[in-house]
């Protein structure tokens, strides 16, 4: 079993949808949790950071994270054809290396 | 303020060659990290340098090792390549003196080995 796990997708969705990613993973020593957008043959560019349980938001995303339930998710409102790229969940115990699910292929349809 | 940057972009060797990719770190940054990232996958740890030292290491051969410079920027080696190394390598830096030390990301170099 891997350390996190990530639906696969791909994800189609009209535009202005609301669209939810989610992870689930198995160590309970992550404590800090992050959500990276890639875009085609590009790097990661993280997009939210959370640390422990609780939400988070900034502009049209939201983070939450459920440490009890092991599961993350990351919400986007008013979805937009640009925000199409593949999202990643990574995680990790702080300080050192990052664990990542995946991916997620998302398609904003205009 | 540049970004991570790393060097070259793309790279095309064949098997049982030897390569190095580089990486400077985000201004005020001291750590870096390097991920492989297959088609598809999401990227795997390989290891992480602070003060010019190894601080942690994924499961990656020992046909992989790492450098630190004292100006933080740091190289990938990778030795006698096999055709399952072409991957995307990405390097990421982060502040140790910061929660969590969030890691900021480069464009990765694309590595083919025919």
């Known amino acids: 079993q891997k350390e996190v796990e990530q639906d696969p997708g791909p994800l189609s969705v009209p535009e202005g949808a609301i669209v939810s990613l989610n992870c689930t993973y198995s160590?309970?020593?992550?404590?800090?949790f992050m959500w990276y957008r890639q875009y085609s043959r590009k790097g990661p560019e993280l997009l939210m950071y959370?640390?422990?349980?609780g939400n988070k938001e900034d502009g049209r995303f939201t983070a939450q994270v459920d440490k009890s339930s092991k599961y993350i998710s990351l919400f986007i409102r008013d979805s937009q054809p640009s925000d199409s790229a593949t999202y990643l969940c990574a995680m990790s115990a702080g300080g050192n290396k990052l664990v990542f699910g995946a991916g997620t292929i998302l398609r904003v349809k205009s | 303020d540049a970004g991570v940057t790393q060097s070259p972009t793309h790279l095309i060797k064949t098997r049982g060659q030897q390569v190095t990719l580089r990486c400077s770190p985000k201004?005020?940054?001291?750590?870096v990290s390097w991920y492989q990232q297959a088609l598809g996958q999401g990227p795997q740890f390989i290891f992480q340098?602070?003060?010019?030292?190894?601080?942690q290491r994924g499961n990656f051969p020992d046909r992989f090792s790492g450098h630190q410079f004292p100006n933080y920027s740091s190289e990938l080696n990778v030795n006698a390549l096999l055709l399952g190394d072409s991957a995307l390598y990405l390097c990421a830096s982060s502040f140790s003196g910061s929660v969590g030390e969030t890691q900021y990301f480069g464009p990765g170099t694309r590595l083919l080995v025919l």
């Open positions: 201004s005020g940054h001291d750590t």
């Open positions: 959370t640390y422990s349980s």
């Open positions: 340098y602070y003060e010019e030292e190894e601080r």
């Open positions: 160590n309970s020593a992550f404590q800090y």
